[in-house]
């Protein structure tokens, strides 16, 4: 990112010396930067400056209830007119929560000399707005604020949500943002039996008030965290917040998106940051600490990045699909498993969660751009790939090699090794057995430059009775002398 | 030795009397926020480290000492005039208070006064100063008048509260005077409010222009108050009495929690500090 900035700074000012140089004259007004009007009002009696649509609903697909919004002339703060939100109640068949956005009918707006969205609000009951805000446009908006939760009384009171950095919003879109569920009548919590309810909005205003004082500002929750990366992955820095002191002695925290924030990477030749928040590590080797700013104050939360150079990616498996039965490859479909690591009572093992082969710990893209999806078990004692009980059974008689590419993340000594193990008939029915495989460390030394230690095991070395038409689990167990290991390419073949 | 009033009840009614005094007394629009112009006192702190001991002195403890626990308003700090508390840097003096075990108390603080070292009848009495934020912060910039005699005590002594301020409320101070028949509770006070800003980002000018029947108070170039015998008259029922024809010291201090902020809160910072770049005295 600075890097960036150099270049861009370098390249205005080449271009500022050409112009005064050859042209002899002051820079014309065409030069002066666009700028957008700065309307402050959003909703007095009527929508100020929205689309014509005034209400965007989220997508009713994802539950929202685009039937509760109005407005209401019997009712308002000041004036004659106030907005009416009919909350549905948490079993509406039409949508369980209301909310939406009200977006600006033109190019934006320059809010840069405000420093709060104010507006008056009251509900018929003290129902809670899950979310209140601005910045959200549905469209590109880089710059989404919000309050979470904040519960509303039975009479007009003024709310307010500072900006967290109105320097930043040249050209808003976002002109305001709330969704709310059911009243929780009952008192015990989000359980889907929460009523209806209805709360009024008026007067709704971006505001100077002068009174809004930073006083901290978070990335990453506040964490100060150290990872290892290699060149190409990027991270994006969220868990990001500001809290302001307001002018009646409340701290108001306010999500605040990654964009808000400035960024700095102290050795930008080992990863950049953008001004959206994005890590992208471009060097082979060292160490950087990601930091940000939000008002030029220091952000709680950083990163220590140590870039471990160029990803190792696994040796691309050379079998032919025809011939093969996948349980996690990039290279190959996969037949679908019940877990890439069960959890199971007595395994330490971390890692492998879910079932989905596209989803699991590690993923950096290859050279073409595509992913490399790679299990990383840490913690390892024991730990099942499983392919039973909600998935079926896989039949891998007419093939006659198990393929795994593991990588050790740790030293190897004398007395580790790691036994693969196979079970048929899981969870059938029928009669279960297993089989193993033991690799001592000898044989987990046998790795290439890159730490990949590319197993190809005759399915008739494994020990035991194992029915290979109905396999149901393949175990990595290490009993704790190897604890962290990549895992690609499991897959069954016939040569 | 300070006694509080009810915040809420009694600024609101008194603010109303004081917007008809205002209206009521001479004060008409040429009247200056400053008359007085010849500086016969001052500290501007530009000496680094420790306080002038020659310009000023500590009131020490919880109070208990001088049979005041809490020092009248149960105010939660033990005062010090350890280096951590109060020391002079850059220019400014700083009394920060802290949140620690000492002595039996939460919190430490500092408290500095000129009296034995300066007193004076009458004058302008003003300082530049800077105050934290949160709840339970009770920064003070005041007086309290030297006794006629030993027997004499507060509230007959007089108080005249320059500037008050707390945390919780960043936009607004109060100044205030007490005496027999209108202290505590009962005290002769008003709000001012920092319209679109806050005391605790930047350095604000807190004084009184104080002559026979007649105490001004400002903030910046600001008049918000003027008060008078008959002031004094009207809030008593005719019971009060003027009592700031005497020589007064200065006080300098940060409270914490206490009967009118209440405690500090969860979200309330320590340590913060009160910052003063100078206090002056003019007559």
């Not at chain 1, 024991?382 to 008689?397: A, M, N, Q, R």
């Not at chain 2, 936009?171 to 409010?193: A, D, L, M, Q, R």
């Not at chain 2, 409270?255 to 009160?274: E, H, R, W």
């Amino acid at each position: 990112m600075k890097t960036k900035n150099l270049n861009y700074t370098i390249l205005s000012a080449i271009a500022l010396i050409f112009t005064v140089v050859s042209c002899d004259r002051d820079i014309s007004d065409d030069a002066v930067l666009a700028t957008f009007p700065n309307t402050a009002e959003v909703y007095t009696d009527n929508p100020v400056g929205l689309t014509d649509e005034f209400f965007i609903s989220f997508d009713p697909a994802g539950g929202a209830n685009t039937e509760g919004f109005g407005t209401d002339d019997n009712v308002a703060f000041e004036g004659t007119s106030s907005i009416r939100i009919d909350v549905p109640a948490s079993n509406d068949p039409n949508g369980s929560f209301i909310g939406g956005i009200f977006r600006d009918r033109g190019n934006g707006r320059n809010l840069t000399e405000y420093d709060a969205l104010t507006f008056y609000a009251r509900g018929s009951v003290s129902g809670t707005l899950g979310e209140v805000g601005f910045g959200t446009d549905f469209l590109d908006g880089q710059f989404p604020a919000s309050r979470s939760n904040i519960q509303l009384t039975t009479t007009w009171q003024k709310y307010i949500i500072p900006i967290p950095d109105a320097s930043k919003l040249v050209q808003e879109k976002g002109m305001f943002l709330f969704a709310a569920g059911g009243f929780d009548i009952l008192g015990d919590g989000p359980n889907g039996n929460e009523v209806g309810w209805t709360f009024w909005l008026d007067e709704i205003r971006f505001e100077t008030l002068g009174t809004n004082l930073l006083v901290e500002a978070e990335i990453l929750n506040g964490q100060d965290q150290v990872i290892q990366s290699f060149v190409d992955t990027t991270r994006q820095i969220d868990g990001t917040s500001s809290t302001f002191n307001t002018s009646d002695g409340q701290n108001i925290t306010v999500n605040t998106s990654p964009s808000y924030f400035d960024y700095e990477s102290s050795n930008s030749s080992v990863a950049t940051v953008d001004e959206t928040g994005l890590v992208t590590v471009v060097g082979s080797s060292g160490t950087t600490t990601i930091n940000a700013t939000l008002q030029s104050v220091q952000a709680n939360g950083s990163i220590e990045l140590t870039s471990n150079g160029v990803f190792p990616h696994a040796p691309i498996p050379p079998a032919n699909a025809q011939n093969v039965v996948s349980l996690f490859s990039d290279a190959y479909t996969n037949e679908p498993v019940r877990h890439y690591n069960g959890f199971f009572l007595f395994a330490t093992t971390q890692g492998g969660a879910g079932n989905d082969p596209n989803n699991v710990d590690i993923s950096v893209d290859f050279p073409d751009g595509s992913p490399d999806n790679i299990i990383n078990y840490t913690q390892l004692n024991f730990v099942s790939i499983g392919t039973y009980e909600t998935v079926p059974l896989v039949d891998v008689s007419a093939t006659t090699h198990l393929h795994i590419d593991i990588n050790i993340r740790e030293n190897v000594d004398a007395s580790d090794f790691m036994r693969i193990s196979l079970e048929s008939g899981t969870f059938s029915g029928g009669p279960v057995a297993g089989g193993d495989f033991i690799l001592n460390s000898t044989a987990l030394s046998n790795t290439n430059s890159d730490g990949w230690l590319s197993l190809d095991i005759p399915l008739s070395s494994f020990s035991g009775a194992v029915d290979f038409s109905s396999i149901g689990q393949l175990f990595f167990v290490s009993d704790g002398t190897i604890s962290d290991i990549w895992v690609d390419n499991v897959y069954f073949y016939s040569m | 030795m300070k006694i509080r009033f009810n915040k809420s009840k009694s600024l609101s009614i008194l603010a109303l009397a004081s917007l008809t005094i205002l209206f009521t007394c001479d004060l008409d629009e040429t009247q200056e926020v400053v008359t007085l112009n010849n500086l016969i006192w001052e500290d501007n702190f530009d000496t680094e480290g420790s306080v002038d001991r020659s310009r000023w002195t500590f009131d020490l403890g919880d109070g208990s000492a001088q049979g005041l626990p809490g020092w009248g308003n149960n105010e939660l700090q033990y005062y010090t005039d350890r280096p951590e508390n109060v020391r002079v840097e850059n220019g400014v003096l700083i009394i920060t208070a802290r949140e620690e075990s000492f002595e039996g108390s939460d919190y430490t603080s500092a408290r500095l006064k000129t009296e034995g070292l300066f007193e004076q009848q009458y004058g302008r009495f003003e300082a530049r100063i800077r105050v934290p934020y949160g709840q339970g912060y009770w920064p003070a910039f005041w007086m309290l008048g030297v006794p006629d005699s030993p027997s004499e005590v507060w509230p007959f002594i007089g108080e005249i509260d320059i500037m008050e301020y707390l945390g919780d409320s960043p936009s607004e101070i109060f100044g205030t005077i007490h005496g027999p028949e209108y202290s505590g509770g009962e005290s002769i006070s008003k709000e001012y409010v920092l319209e679109g800003n806050r005391f605790d980002t930047d350095f604000h000018i807190f004084g009184i222009e104080w002559g026979p029947g007649r105490i001004n108070f400002y903030v910046d170039d600001v008049l918000y108050q003027s008060l008078t015998p008959e002031d004094v008259a009207d809030e008593t029922n005719g019971l009060g009495e003027w009592v700031f024809d005497r020589p007064f010291y200065m006080l300098l201090n940060v409270a914490v929690g206490g009967n009118l902020p209440g405690p500090p809160n969860a979200d309330t910072i320590f340590p913060q500090s009160m910052f003063v770049d100078y206090v002056r005295v003019y007559n």
